[in-house]
């Protein structure tokens, strides 16, 4: 077998999901539990607490009472909604949350889509050929849709979703470090990689995010959940890439110009003085695990990160 064939070898599920941070599944589990508990909580709150006809405003009862001083009622839109019983305000704001969830997600689609370029065959042709080999050792049915916008000066990529197909966001500075000032296309592609892996894996679909959307706001809760996909997908691209991840992980955090400088046996030695309870309490509500511990996590290469 070549280089070639083997480089484009598709990985295994078995591999796949040795990748996948020990606690992930469960987080997610519990992020499901929590958001089924709101929702019935809320809806049984609701049915125990609405008296239909006594929580109604007097002069609505007076209307129905006397029909002919139906013309005399005259509620403004704020007062109606002030009397309009706290319980059902809760589940008419529930039910609205989620029937404006694909209706918000495609909105979003569309903002990024119209200001963003689209990476192609023409348009960046070694980072498409990347994206369009990472989707096929991952196993994904479809090469995603790849964007390359400007964010001023913000250097980060995405993975996101509509309904039924799944995109990824690359900000125009992140594609410097491999066009202009490092030619290091070695970086970008673990960015990628790690944005695929949140597809492969789930992460970056409707259903995955309608089936938590409640939860995963929730502090501390949501945030490790979100730390253990982050521990997951930089894994699964060390696993792609063959690239330990730290270079690309320093370019987003040093910037385009100096993260190439930092001696990475430096960092992390004087990584360890950067503890104790405020730094325990940062990274406990934070959506990604701290530079430290995730940099620990890439150079050890293996195993699951620490979520605290």
């Not at 007097?58 to 006397?66: A, V």
Request: proline fraction near 3%.
């Amino acid at each position: 077998m070549s280089f070639y064939e083997q480089d484009n070898i598709e990985l295994t599920k078995e591999e796949i999901e040795n990748c996948r941070h020990k606690f992930e599944k469960k987080w997610y589990g519990i992020l499901l539990f929590i958001n089924f508990a709101i929702i019935i909580t809320v809806i049984a709150f609701c049915i125990i607490n609405i008296h239909n006809y006594n929580t109604l405003p007097d002069t609505l009862k007076e209307s129905f009472s006397d029909p002919s001083s139906y013309a005399n009622v005259v509620i403004s839109p704020t007062s109606a909604l002030s009397s309009f019983p706290t319980e059902l305000q809760l589940l008419l704001a529930g039910i609205v949350t989620i029937i404006a969830f694909p209706f918000g997600v495609n909105l979003y689609y569309a903002k990024y889509r119209s200001r963003a370029i689209k990476i192609t065959e023409n348009n960046f042709p070694e980072v498409y050929y990347n994206i369009a080999k990472y989707s096929h050792k991952l196993g994904l049915k479809r090469v995603p849709e790849a964007f390359l916008i400007q964010q001023n000066g913000v250097m980060n990529a995405f993975s996101a979703f509509i309904v039924r197909k799944q995109y990824i966001e690359i900000d125009s500075d992140l594609f410097e470090i491999a066009y202009r000032e490092y030619n290091d296309l070695e970086s970008i592609n673990f960015i990628i990689a790690h944005e695929l892996a949140h597809i492969k894996y789930k992460h970056a679909t409707f259903y995955y995010n309608l089936f938590i959307m409640f939860s995963t706001v929730l502090p501390i809760i949501g945030s490790t959940a979100s730390r253990a996909r982050e521990y997951s997908c930089d894994r699964l691209a060390q696993k792609v890439t063959g690239n330990n991840g730290v270079e690309a992980m320093f370019s987003l955090f040093a910037g385009k110009h100096l993260y190439k400088k930092i001696d990475v046996h430096d960092y992390i030695n004087n990584s360890n003085d950067i503890k104790g309870f405020f730094v325990w309490c940062n990274n406990l509500v934070s959506s990604h695990p701290i530079l430290p511990k995730r940099i620990r996590a890439l150079v050890k290469g293996e195993g699951s990160g620490d979520l605290y």
